[in-house]
């Protein structure tokens, strides 16, 4: 199942090159809160929604081309990164993997720009990010659970 933001936040559910608007279901709860908020109301409701949601799946929807598709979780609480896909000029051993924070307020949505500032840079870095989304909260999870706290991907 792949959720979605669009148009003006609105919550969708992507079938093929459609998306299905899942507002009627999600109702005033979530459609209600500043949009940043909506996807993470979805995820903490998840459970429930669930068979609303797939009974949609089927539905017609709006295509996508019709649409403006939004950063699926505009304003996440933290985004914690990792070093370890980075091999481009490291000379010698890799390090064990590292991590960094961004701040949530680099999230862009789909086809945004990045402008970048106007000083003499030697380079830039550009890459693509796996992101996962984590759907409820944990702390100190052996290896074997982790996936069980991973909602999604982006």
Do not use: C, W
């Amino acid at each position: 199942m792949k959720l979605a933001l669009f148009n003006d936040y609105v919550p969708g559910v992507v079938n093929g090159d459609r998306i299905v608007d899942l507002s009627g279901i999600v109702g005033p709860a979530v459609m209600n809160l500043p949009p940043a908020d909506r996807m993470l109301a979805l995820i903490a409701d998840f459970d429930r929604l669930r068979p609303k949601i797939a009974e949609r799946t089927s539905s017609q929807g709006l295509p996508l081309s019709e649409v403006q598709l939004r950063a699926p979780v505009p304003r996440p609480s933290k985004m914690l990164f990792g070093l370890g896909n980075y091999r481009e000029n490291v000379n010698g051993d890799v390090a064990p993997l590292g991590l960094f924070l961004k701040s949530p307020s680099s999230i862009l949505d789909p086809g945004g720009t990045v402008r970048l500032p106007p000083i003499d840079a030697v380079i830039f870095h550009h890459e693509a990010e796996l992101g996962f989304v984590i759907g409820k909260r944990g702390k100190d999870i052996p290896e074997a659970e982790a996936l069980n706290y991973v909602f999604g991907y982006t």
